[in-house]
């Protein structure tokens, strides 16, 4: 290092010092970097009702449709109707700015892969959501100025409650500490019908102490099936539990209706990985599984492997 | 166990039930099950009357010595981190059939049933996801700081770790908790009617240190968003008198780190503040001038009130008060037997003041003993001596806190609130033993 590079070096550093000398005042801690306008642009992703936050883009109802039948329909609906998912009726009837149903597609959904979509894209959703909800025309298009102009239904209604925000607000229900003769007659005006938890919830002695494990009298646990390792993971890993459960139909069909149908097929594990793969509809009824393309080759056969080993549902 | 006061009540399925095969109070068990008549109950009776041919004399009572008194036991370490013991597999969070479509978007309850004193083991504490549960690197996690601060400030976990903190016992209890009962009776235990609630010492950095280090806009900010970094980058308004006042950026719960279902490795922990504010995986706070509006605090997380409106922003828990034992699920036996009644109390405005217990359904009330310590905005225990006479007894608990508020009946919420609002159920609970000793959630 030459002279003139270390006395650079040397101004450089004492210019660091200064700079660095009334943030350091300030912050008596020394802990934590300040932040940049890129670290703070990459997560400030909030939208307030007034547009505060919506970021460059647009969106129309038309391109919307195609995201929304390829992205949301199989949960929510073709027509948002959806009672097996949120029904997206609550876009009209409960929410007040149209703000926040972009902020809320922007950053959770779609639910498998949250913030996947473009800007332009979550526009065109947001316009095609609400364009189903009746609440703007079909040729509608989403964009930093036109969606906090637009008008929602139920905005009037959502009320901020003063009672509850703060803790000497004013309770709206009061009681009073009677101690003595306070009701006349007391009778049970309502009870769980009978044969109701026995039919949704089983035995439910093994729900306190002293049964099942200590009493050795008690029902057994019923055991749980063999699994191949891996298989429960990767259903988690690629989001296939978003619509489908082990033992129950949630959007698609329960994973042991799935190693039922193919159990008796010789070709089912390369015909399953190729239906998983590409998708479709028919099989089980109308609403289409989207193609999957993100699963390795290798988590895919894991999967069919799990698959095949599950009970059948009798 | 055998050797008992006679005079003392059992409770069937409960703490006090740790009975063997061939022991005294197994058969009058049995009894009062096959009395009780239902198929399930006595079809496992009748297996049960078969096992005593088969069960070893009870050699681990005295005058005999069990074999734990004659083998040498485990090495020291052999569970590096403890767990519970084997017999108490069947202490564990539950999820309510039927209540979410996914496992994602879903809830697994406290077992509050089985719990004693006021702090919740870290395995059990209740579990609300939105958008699943993520495993984070704490190297890898940061909190962003932002909005009307003189500095923006990006902190790691070390950072915060070196941070001066504060420990602090709180309850945490979701708005949504009895939500199933605004209607009707609906779930058949206190795990399911109230177990979306836990209480645990909460270690972190006051969010006022945080705001004060990143020179906030003393004059401007009113409102500040805290974001999760979990895939439902869940979002909530926090008005700035709670952060100022007791909110903490926790990392730790009941002295070790956060579970990953409870926020791992920094959640917010916003004191009597409904559970979707005490954001998990924390990883922003934007201090602003406006409430948020966030999507959980517009189609969820608002009130629906009889005339169509909604309630926004309806932050504190009020004064709520409930018997976990005897509660639904469980059987007294021995009538005429010694019982105690014990519970929870709690309010998001300040401490409990009085608990009163009823066994005649409301009509007539006495208070109950209020174990110590007794915390601001945390679970408060409470006790009351009963002998059940053997005749049907209505059980409740109603609870005072230091405003003054006495916890409503259920027909008093209604009366203004409807049965439509999902969320803000704090009614008196009520706990029916029948005349078999059998404890059934009903309304009255």
Not at chain 2, 216 to 233: N, P, Q, S, T, V
Not at chain 2, 274 to 301: A, H
Request: aromatic content about 8%.
């Amino acid at each position: 290092m030459s002279r003139s590079e270390r006395i650079v070096g040397a101004l450089a550093a004492i210019a660091l010092l200064v700079a660095a000398g009334p943030a350091a005042a300030q912050s008596k801690y020394h802990l934590g970097q300040k932040a940049t306008p890129e670290q703070i642009a990459g997560w400030d992703i909030d939208v307030r009702p007034d547009g505060a936050g919506l970021p460059a883009g647009q969106g129309s109802v038309s391109q919307g449709n195609d995201i929304y039948d390829a992205q949301c329909a199989s949960c929510h609906g073709t027509f948002g109707e959806s009672n097996t998912y949120l029904a997206l009726t609550g876009v009209k009837t409960k929410l007040n700015y149209a703000t926040t149903l972009y902020d809320y597609i922007n950053r959770a959904m779609p639910f498998p892969h949250s913030k996947s979509l473009s800007a332009d894209e979550v526009y065109a959703v947001t316009a095609y959501v609400l364009n189903l909800s009746d609440v703007v025309p079909a040729d509608f298009v989403a964009d930093r100025d036109s969606l906090p102009k637009v008008e929602m239904p139920y905005r009037d209604r959502v009320k901020p409650y003063s009672g509850l925000m703060s803790v000497d607000g004013k309770a709206d229900v009061q009681n009073t500490a009677c101690m003595q003769n306070c009701e006349k007659e007391v009778k049970v005006t309502a009870s769980l019908p009978a044969g109701f938890v026995e039919n949704l919830y089983g035995d439910i002695r093994d729900n306190f102490r002293g049964l099942a494990t200590m009493n050795k009298l008690a029902p057994p646990v019923t055991s749980a099936p063999v699994e191949v390792a891996g298989g429960l993971e990767l259903i988690q890993k690629h989001g296939c539990v978003v619509c489908h459960a082990v033992d129950k139909k949630i959007v698609g069909p329960a994973f042991r209706s799935v190693a039922d149908k193919y159990r008796d097929n010789a070709d089912a594990r390369a015909q399953l990985i190729r239906k998983i793969r590409d998708g479709g509809s028919g099989a089980w009824g109308t609403v289409p599984m989207p193609p999957q393309t993100e699963p390795s080759d290798a988590d895919l056969a894991t999967v069919v492997e799990w698959l095949s080993t599950l009970p059948g549902e009798k | 166990m055998d050797q008992q006061d006679p005079k003392r009540g059992r409770v069937l399925p409960a703490p006090e039930n740790f009975l063997d095969p061939a022991g005294k109070s197994r058969r009058r068990a049995l009894g009062g099950l096959l009395t009780g008549g239902a198929a399930l109950l006595a079809a496992n009776s009748l297996r049960a009357a078969e096992v005593p041919a088969g069960t070893p004399a009870p050699t681990r009572f005295p005058p005999g010595v069990p074999p734990w008194s004659q083998t040498l036991g485990k090495p020291v370490g052999a569970n590096p981190y403890g767990v519970p013991a084997t017999f108490e597999g069947n202490i564990i969070r539950r999820s309510s059939p039927g209540l979410t479509t996914t496992t994602q978007s879903s809830v697994a309850f406290t077992p509050l049933q089985n719990l004693f004193g006021i702090i919740t083991p870290n395995g059990l504490h209740f579990e609300r996801n939105h958008n699943g549960r993520p495993d984070i690197d704490p190297y890898q996690h940061r909190l962003l700081l932002h909005g009307l601060v003189r500095e923006p400030k990006l902190y790691t976990m070390e950072d915060l770790l070196r941070l001066p903190s504060v420990s602090r016992i709180h309850f945490v209890e979701c708005g949504a908790n009895s939500a199933m009962e605004w209607a009707n009776p609906s779930v058949p235990t206190v795990q399911y009617t109230h177990g979306m609630l836990g209480c645990s010492e909460w270690t972190g950095v006051l969010l006022s240190t945080l705001l004060e280090d990143a020179g906030f806009d003393e004059k401007k900010a009113k409102y500040l968003l805290a974001e999760g970094a979990d895939a439902a980058g869940l979002t909530r308004t926090i008005p700035i008198g709670f952060a100022l006042d007791d909110v903490i950026v926790a990392y730790g719960q009941n002295g070790e780190m956060l579970r990953p279902e409870q926020g791992y490795p920094l959640r917010l922990l916003v004191p009597g503040v409904q559970g979707i504010s005490n954001v998990k995986w924390l990883r922003r706070i934007k201090v602003g001038d406006q409430p948020f509006n966030t999507r959980e605090e517009t189609l969820q997380y608002s009130d629906l009130m009889p005339d169509g409106s909604s309630r926004q922003y309806t932050w504190i828990q009020e004064a709520k008060s409930v018997i976990t034992s005897p509660s639904g699920g469980q059987q007294l036996l021995d009538k005429g037997g010694y019982f105690e009644i014990t519970g929870l109390a709690w309010s998001g405005r300040g401490h409990i003041k009085r608990v009163d217990i009823s066994t005649d359904g409301g009509k007539n009330w006495r208070a109950a003993k209020l174990q110590t310590p007794v915390l601001e905005k945390a679970l408060t225990r409470f006790r009351a001596d009963w002998t059940w006479d053997g005749s049907p007894a209505l059980l409740q608990s109603r609870c005072i806190d230091s405003t003054g508020y006495v916890q409503p009946k259920m027909r008093q919420l209604r009366e203004v609130r409807g049965t439509a609002s999902i969320y803000h159920n704090n009614a008196i609970q009520t706990w029916l033993v029948d005349a078999e000793g059998k404890v059934h959630n009903v309304e009255v």
